[in-house]
């Protein structure tokens, strides 16, 4: 099993709409999880991070986490054609010093106008 | 700050050549972290520093590879000799201490190896 597996798209929403991104980790002690959004040719950029179970909000963003389940989730509401890119979900490894980054393979959104 | 600096960003070579890539991190990040993106593999790290010395070189995909951070400033990514299958695009980040939730990205340099 890879240990941060997205489904690679593409996922195509109408302009407006809400899109739904998903992500799920195999490693238990995870305990950082992270959305990047990457468009083509460029480099990754952090949207939002979140650690506890629930829901995280940010503008049009949010981010949702379900440890039991091994699951997290980023919701964009009224979906923009400049919301089309590659979105990365990325987990930190579970031990206190720990700063790396483990990433899916990415998700291609395009937001139809 | 002008961010992470990466140079070349374009780095066409022949199979056997020796590549080196060059990182600048941001000012004052005493963390840098070497990543290179295929198609097939996604992002993967290869090798992270703190404090210009390497803390976790695993995800170096053989000896071919080696890195170095000289100073705060300043790191190299080298291959050598190269092969066609180290093409990709290789990311430089670096963090902040005490800041684990922020990685920021160089623009990348994208290696071709004929």
Not at chain 2, 84 to 96: I, L, N
Request: some cysteine; hydrophobic content about 30%.
């Amino acid at each position: 099993q890879k240990e941060v597996e997205q489904n690679s798209g593409p996922l195509s929403v109408p302009e407006g709409a809400i899109a739904s991104l998903n992500c799920t980790y195999s490693d238990r002690g995870s305990q950082s999880f992270f959305w990047y959004r990457q468009y083509s040719g460029k480099s990754p950029e952090l949207i939002m991070f979140i650690y506890s179970n629930g829901d995280k909000e940010d503008g049009r963003f949010t981010a949702q986490l379900n440890k039991a389940s091994q699951y997290v989730s980023l919701l964009i509401r009224d979906s923009q054609p400049s919301d089309s890119a590659t979105y990365l979900c990325a987990v930190r490894k579970s031990g206190a010093g720990s700063y790396q980054l483990t990433f899916g393979k990415g998700t291609k959104l395009s937001v139809i106008p | 700050d002008a961010g992470v600096i990466q140079s070349p960003r374009h780095e066409v070579t022949e199979m056997g050549q020796e590549v080196t890539l060059r990182c600048k991190p941001i000012s004052g990040h005493d963390y840098l972290f070497w990543y290179r993106q295929t198609m097939m593999r996604g992002l993967e790290l290869l090798i992270y520093f703190n404090n210009n010395v390497p803390i976790d070189d695993s995800g170096m995909p053989e000896d071919r590879f080696s890195a170095k951070m000289p100073n705060a400033s300043f790191s190299t990514l080298k291959i050598q000799p190269s092969e066609p299958r180290d093409s990709a695009v290789y990311f430089c980040a670096s963090s902040p201490r005490g800041d684990k939730n922020i990685q920021y990205f160089g623009a990348g340099t994208r290696l071709s190896v004929l």
